[in-house]
Structures are given as C-alpha cells and as structure tokens.
Nanobody, 120 residues
C-alpha cells in the first residue's frame, strides 16, 4: 500500500535552516508530481512548493520564494524541501503530497506530516 513518510522537522531559530524529506513507497514514484503543503491549527492547508514528476518544473508560494527549494531523487523515491532563512511564520506541520492526474480522476496521497517550529 502507498505510504509517504516525512522527516526532518524540528525546532530551529529564526534565520536557521532545515531540510525535510519525504520517502514514498507503494507507488511508481516517477509518475507522480510531488508537493509540500503546510498547516497551522485552525487554518487551511496551503501549498508551499511543487515539482513535476521528472523534476523539470518547480513552483513556490510567494511567501517562500527565494528561501525554500524543492527537489527530488526518483532513484530514492524521495522528495526534499530545503528551508533557509526560516521565519516564525513558517511554523507549521508540513505535509508531503503525491499527485497524478488521470483521465478518469486525480490520484493523490498524503503523508502524516512533520512539525516545524521556528522560535528563539
């Protein structure tokens, strides 16, 4: 069965860096676009970054452009989010998402999340 497992979250000071990882299993990883979302209590989950299945195209929320970088290693079935110059407002649970658009439906899966806390 499909499983997405995030790791790399933790507590970091403002201006610091973290690298999140999401390892996928149970799917053909190279057929899926990958995305990172984040969510804080009482707020909607928001898209942070996305990358196409072949890694050719990336997209970022305006709030993280220039600070975050999404990448993937299809040989390792893993997508990464390098987070630099972190701000307190980046504090959230970060979720990994695998997405594939099919003629009949959209196929998608979620990880369970990893907590990122940015605080002095």
């Amino acid at each position: 069965q499909v499983q997405l497992v995030e790791s790399g979250g933790g507590l970091v000071q403002p201006g610091g860096s973290l690298r999140l990882s999401c390892e996928a299993s149970g799917l053909t990883f190279g057929r899926f676009a990958m995305r990172w979302h984040r969510q804080t209590p009482g707020k909607e989950r928001e898209l942070v970054a996305g990358i196409t299945n072949d890694g050719a195209v990336t997209t970022y929320a305006d709030s993280v452009k220039g600070r975050f970088t999404i990448s993937r290693d299809n040989a390792k079935n893993t997508v990464y989010l390098q987070m630099n110059s972190l701000k307190p407002e980046d504090t959230a649970v970060y979720y990994c998402n695998a997405f594939r658009r099919l003629p009949q439906f959209d196929d998608f899966y979620w990880g369970r999340g990893t907590q990122v806390t940015v605080s002095s």
